[in-house]
């Protein structure tokens, strides 16, 4: 939020995606400067997870292009491909933590077989980000032996241990019990201040409401309304997303965060 | 006088036998299993094609009787030019016969790994070849290995089927003393008592190997 550049780290571009015959996305576009924080809300199954996984190209796109910095990405160079996945974290709303390593092994096995770190300094990378999402003290459990919250915090350390420009956030605390969400968001909170460009999709408003640069509403596979919170959430606008958003007060009587 | 029997012509027989037992069955439950574990993951993440090959591999192999696969290896390939000693015909046959069951096991653990894990193996920018080395492999053996160490106890006691090949082990060396003597009964004891020494030590092996590979949230507790 603070040091906002005019060149953007990330770009799609007319992103298309079917699936089923359906229309999941259709021609979504934005971009994402550094240091910005953007929020991706709206209805389940507006394409909001869909878009997340195509950015990544954990789901190829069937059309559309997308850069990282000035470099677009082509999915059939697979090198170019797997280095480019090394600079974009994605978080799950399963945490999808391998469940045969300690919390440790799991931040440290990607910097040790796909960034050919040697292990003691892998280790120690890994405890250091640990650390920074304050679970250094969990390092030894496995999966098995974590809270959903605990869990969702180590697959953030694993994320951010590869040094990543971007970071992708598919609904991290729709998984989680409610009063493990807390601590989630708090890490969340953090990154964000310290200037980590991130896309979030949530359901979390009271929580953005503070925090995101721009809110992108999306409704069957588009973004139909996008803008600053203030414009969009303030009560008395007529718009899309306030309306969603009320609903979701008077379902939830949603906490400030 | 019965124990001279026992100690001059039993046992050293069926000692030497043993140990051509124990030479067929290290390298095929060794061998069988790595091709179980190609196979398996081949059958599961592998190219539609190779995927294909596999499944033909574990239905034919599965499909047929372990004894008409020796009889082809042994007495049928010469037809093509290829002679096989009774022991390379006979370990070839178990690695074949065994890796197609093994397959079975390791597809089956592979498919009870969630999907998101190798979800999260691509989007840390892993090969799909790193993620089944480091990731989606250490945990379908560890849910393989009670199915593992079955087939590897079947093995054990199919191994018997070699002297059909004219490989002398346990059972050929028994059978042959058995019809000189005409001990059938006493000898036929010792020979099951022989492999039933054999599963057990394997057995009390396997289950160790499960305590030392033990993770939490991997089998029992």
Not at chain 1, 39 to 68: A, E, H, M, Y
Not at chain 1, 150 to 179: C, N, Y
Not at chain 2, 12 to 32: C, D, E, V
């Amino acid at each position: 939020m603070t040091s906002v550049e005019t060149r953007p780290v990330l770009r799609v571009e007319r992103i298309c995606k079917k699936l089923g015959g359906k229309q999941i996305l259709n021609e979504v576009s934005f971009e994402l400067r550094k240091g910005e924080l953007k929020v991706l809300i709206g209805p389940s199954g507006g394409g909001k997870s869909t878009l997340l996984q195509c950015i990544n190209f954990l789901i190829p796109p069937d059309s559309g292009r997308i850069w990282l910095k000035d470099q677009e990405i082509h999915i059939h160079r697979k090198r170019d491909l797997y280095a480019y996945r090394q600079k974009v974290g994605m978080i799950f709303q399963d945490f999808n933590l391998f469940d045969h390593l300690n919390a440790l092994e799991n931040v440290a096995i990607a910097l040790r077989k796909v960034k050919k770190m040697a292990k003691r300094e892998a280790l120690e990378r890994a405890l250091q980000e640990l650390n920074r999402v304050g679970i250094g003290d969990k390092a030894a459990l496995y999966p098995a032996q974590l809270s959903g919250g605990q869990k969702q915090r180590v697959s953030i350390a694993r994320a951010l241990a590869m040094d990543p420009e971007v970071m992708l956030l598919d609904e991290p605390t729709s998984a989680l019990d409610p009063e493990l969400i807390g601590e989630v968001l708090t890490v969340i909170r953090n990154l964000a201040q310290d200037g980590m460009t991130m896309i979030l999709a949530t359901h979390q408003i009271g929580f953005i409401r503070g925090l995101a640069d721009e809110i992108l509403f999306m409704q069957e596979g588009q973004i139909i309304e996008q803008g600053i919170p203030l414009d969009l959430l303030t009560a008395g606008k007529s718009s899309r997303t306030q309306s969603f958003c009320s609903k979701l007060h008077e379902l939830s009587g949603e906490q400030e965060l | 006088m019965e124990a001279d029997f026992i100690l001059q012509e039993l046992m050293p027989a069926l000692n030497r036998g043993l140990l051509k037992t124990l030479l067929l069955i290290l390298p095929s439950a060794s061998i069988g299993l790595c091709v179980g574990v190609l196979v398996g993951t081949a059958r599961v993440y592998g190219h539609p094609l190779l995927k294909k090959l596999g499944d033909g591999y574990a239905g034919l192999f599965r499909g047929t009787p372990l004894v008409i696969q020796l009889f082809v290896l042994y007495f049928g390939l010469p037809n093509l030019g290829i002679y096989l000693e009774p022991y390379n015909a006979a370990v070839l046959g178990f690695i074949l016969c065994t890796g197609a069951y093994q397959s079975e096991y390791v597809r089956g653990a592979l498919l009870s790994i969630r999907r998101g894990q190798l979800l999260a193996t691509q989007a840390l920018g892993f090969s799909t070849l790193q993620a089944m080395i480091w990731i989606m492999v250490p945990q379908a053996l560890r849910r393989a290995l009670p199915g593992c160490g079955n087939e590897i106890i079947y093995l054990i006691k199919y191994s018997s089927l070699a002297y059909i090949i004219t490989f002398i082990e346990l059972t050929g060396e028994g059978k042959i003393l058995a019809t000189r003597y005409f001990r059938f009964t006493e000898v036929f004891l010792a020979i099951g008592f022989y492999y039933l020494v054999m599963v057990t030590l394997a057995d009390f092996g396997l289950k160790k190997l499960e305590k030392r590979l033990y993770i939490p949230g991997f089998g029992k507790g």
